[in-house]
């Protein structure tokens, strides 16, 4: 391992796209004096079409170095198969950094990339790894029931997340946490373990943990037809499902054909089971709408001439959204009309 701790300040690129990487990319910013480093580059995304008049958008990260005066690069690609990707490499290697800082970039960096900065590059990664490797680590996690979550710091090889770990910092996921709130989190978390880690690169670099592949999970990217509820599933996995959701693509069911999607409900109550059809509404109340949902080996068990069987779970809900309307809390639909006791969700009638 070379040192990098002289006085010599360390040049250093960035690479990354969304609102997680532009927090850690604002606080490298400011931390580049009392890390003796210096932000030479930074990589992001091609503007994209955004919002109804799809106009054309700077990514987060991009709109934070545009503010600081700091170099923007956004090549489609890296690959030596193309002229654009031999150019983007001269373009990086005319920037001599000493170590890229990747976050949630979105673009694949091939091995000829990964060896140009000098320490190569790291990785502020949203997954205590090998858990999670891949596009949705924070979903991912909320979605499996984890119980904790964090940040890895890794160093980059030609896998997917496989590299070696340099540092480790968790985080629990509270009984409340959407994908949002978790996102949030993690994006702050990542912020402080990228500092700690260049405070001191050739230590945690020296100090590599080799990842346990049997450990590892695929973090599969988002769709959107994962966010519709099969009502037969247990009010535990469903409850994950509305927060793992929040907000993109977002949980939603069908009510006399019309799609409603369901924002927020309550922890599961295992002392509320029901013999309902799943996906009936057993009541609208102003605290929460109860909702059938299926077996769930949390609720109590019920006998039948002797015999124990599960019987169905309830999900309670506080907060959905009709279709072309806003959305609407449980007290607020209480004294409307238009869910009452008994009606059916349903799944899409294709």
């Excluded at 996690?141 to 979550?149: M, N, R």
């Excluded at 030609?158 to 985080?171: E, H, I, N, P, R």
């Excluded at 009936?280 to 605290?287: A, L, M, N």
Aim: glycine residues 6%; proline residues 4%; charged residues 20%.
């Amino acid at each position: 391992m070379k040192d990098c701790s002289s006085s010599k300040r360390l040049r250093v690129a960035f690479a990354g796209t969304p609102e997680f990487a532009a927090v850690s990319l604002e606080a490298l910013i400011s931390q580049q004096e009392a890390l003796n480093i210096d932000i030479v580059a930074v990589y992001t995304q091609p503007d994209r079409k955004a919002g109804r008049g799809q106009k054309l958008s700077a990514s987060a990260v991009k709109q934070v170095a545009l503010a600081h005066d700091i170099a923007v690069e956004q090549p489609l690609t890296f690959k030596k198969s193309s002229s654009e990707g031999l150019i983007a490499r001269e373009t990086l290697r005319s920037y001599q950094p000493d170590v890229m800082i990747v976050a949630a970039y979105g673009l694949i960096l091939p091995i000829g990339v990964l060896t140009t900065p000098t320490y190569g590059c790291l990785n502020i990664h949203a997954s205590l790894l090998p858990r999670w490797r891949g596009a949705a680590p924070i979903h991912r996690a909320l979605l499996a029931g984890d119980s904790e979550t964090g940040i890895t710091i890794m160093q980059m090889d030609k896998g997917l997340d496989t590299g070696d770990m340099l540092y480790k910092v968790s985080a629990s996921i509270e009984s409340d946490d959407t994908a949002a709130s978790l996102h949030d989190k993690m994006a702050e978390l990542g912020a402080t373990a990228i500092i700690t880690v260049l405070q001191d690169l050739p230590h945690y670099q020296d100090q590599a943990i080799v990842q346990d592949d049997s450990q590892a999970n695929y973090a599969e990217k988002l769709v959107k037809t994962e966010g519709e509820i099969d009502w037969t599933q247990s009010a535990t996995v469903i409850e994950r499902q509305i927060r793992g959701l929040t907000p993109w693509p977002g949980a939603y069911t069908f009510l006399a054909g019309q799609r409603v999607k369901i924002l927020a409900s309550l922890p599961v109550n295992a002392s509320q089971p029901t013999d309902k059809q799943a996906g009936t509404v057993i009541s609208v109340g102003r605290k929460a709408i109860l909702v059938a949902c299926g077996h769930d080996s949390k609720v109590n068990m019920d006998t039948d001439n002797g015999v124990e069987k599960p019987q169905a779970s309830t999900l309670a809900i506080t907060q959905l959204q009709f279709a072309g309307s806003k959305p609407v809390s449980a007290e607020q639909i209480c004294h409307g009309n238009q869910l009452n006791d008994g009606d059916q969700f349903s799944k899409e009638t294709k």
